[in-house]
């Protein structure tokens, strides 16, 4: 099987009715998918695999089974052993190496996006004039967005390799075409 943006959306949205769930694999999905552009890589392979990194957490909300169960539901339905190891990698608790850029850009992208989008959910204009130092100063105060590790967020950057300030501006810039889509202000509504 073709592992498609199209395919992944429609595996995503048959195992997931929750909004928020599916406005982080989209959030997930634009930072990842900006960064294959970046790198020169396969963009509609880093999308689908952005798009089905969460895709059983629904069925799945638990960390002995998300996302190590949902694996074979994506076999079944076709996936290249490529898309399911890539998948399972973002999940710490599984120990599996993150070796190809993929991998480090997922787990990088897979906590900020959530935290730049919980950020631009606190301002008025959502993230169009969000910056990484201001949300630097979020991720250092513990009861913000507490659902989010932070030791995740630094361990990310530093295996993709990116600085962090950068690779914050990069997510906040790479979900800035999708903010509506994700429930964020913009100055012009
Ligand atoms: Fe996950
Ligand atoms: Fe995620």
């Not at 590790?149 to 630094?154: A, C, F, K, L, N």
Request: charged share 30%; aromatic share 6%; hydrophobic share 40%.
């Amino acid at each position: 099987m073709q592992p498609t943006r199209d395919r992944a959306w429609e595996t995503l949205t048959r195992h997931t009715t929750s909004e928020a769930l599916l406005r982080h694999a989209l959030a997930v999905e634009a930072a990842v998918r900006a960064y294959a552009a970046k790198l020169g890589e396969d963009e509609e392979l880093w999308s689908v695999v952005a798009l089905l990194h969460d895709f059983d957490y629904e069925i799945h909300p638990t960390l002995d089974k998300h996302p190590q169960d949902g694996a074979p539901i994506l076999r079944e339905e076709g996936y290249p052993e490529a898309v399911v190891e890539a998948v399972l990698s973002h999940a710490n608790h599984l120990h599996l190496p993150r070796d190809t850029p993929l991998k480090k850009t997922l787990f990088a992208c897979d906590e900020l996006s959530g935290f730049v989008h919980a950020c631009g959910l606190v301002r008025p204009d959502g993230i169009e004039t969000l910056e990484p130092r201001s949300v630097r100063k979020k991720l250092k105060q513990p009861s913000f967005a507490s659902g989010v590790s932070r030791e995740d967020v630094y361990e990310g950057a530093e295996e993709l390799g990116v600085e962090l300030d950068e690779h914050i501006a990069f997510v906040i810039e790479a979900l800035r075409p999708i903010a509506p889509r994700l429930g964020l202000r913009t100055a012009a509504a």
